[in-house]
Nanobody, 126 residues
Framework: QVQLVESGGGLVQAGGSLRLSCAAS????????MGWFRQAPGKEREYVAA????????YYTDSVKGRFTISRDNAKNTVYLQMNSLKPEGTAVYYC???????????????????WGQGTQVTVSS
């Protein structure tokens, strides 16, 4: 079992930055790939970024490449999402999720993730 708790959301003006954190419980954090997803009002949940279990490889959806950075600290059981140059369309609830790599699906696929946090609200004003 892995429990995930996100923090760091808030209200920011367009062009600003936020850093989200996701703290995980349990001693097996380093075995999981981790991902960030977001869901805007009235829209489906969408993939944002993912990172391998070791942290050596990162992946991003095209709309955030060059602006967002995902990282992890396995000693602290924490994954981060640094978000720069935020845009109003980035307004959403952001979720972190843990992927045990037991399904043969890509890290952008939500079905591959077994554990989810409760989400943190990010609001970007124009």
């Amino acid at each position: 079992q892995v429990q995930l708790v996100e923090s760091g959301g808030g209200l920011v003006q367009a062009g600003g930055s936020l850093r989200l954190s996701c703290a995980a419980s349990g001693r097996t954090f380093s075995r999981y790939a981790m991902g960030w997803f977001r869901q805007a009002p009235g829209k489906e949940r969408e993939y944002v970024a993912a990172i391998s279990s070791s942290g050596s490889t990162t992946y991003y959806t095209d709309s955030v490449k060059g602006r967002f950075t995902i990282s992890r600290d396995n000693a602290k059981n924490t994954v981060y999402l640094q978000m720069n140059s935020l845009k109003p369309e980035g307004t959403a609830v952001y979720y972190c999720a843990a992927n045990p790599l037991t399904l043969r699906v890509g890290l952008s696929v939500a079905d591959g993730y077994s554990y989810w946090g409760q989400g943190t609200q990010v609001t970007v004003s124009s």
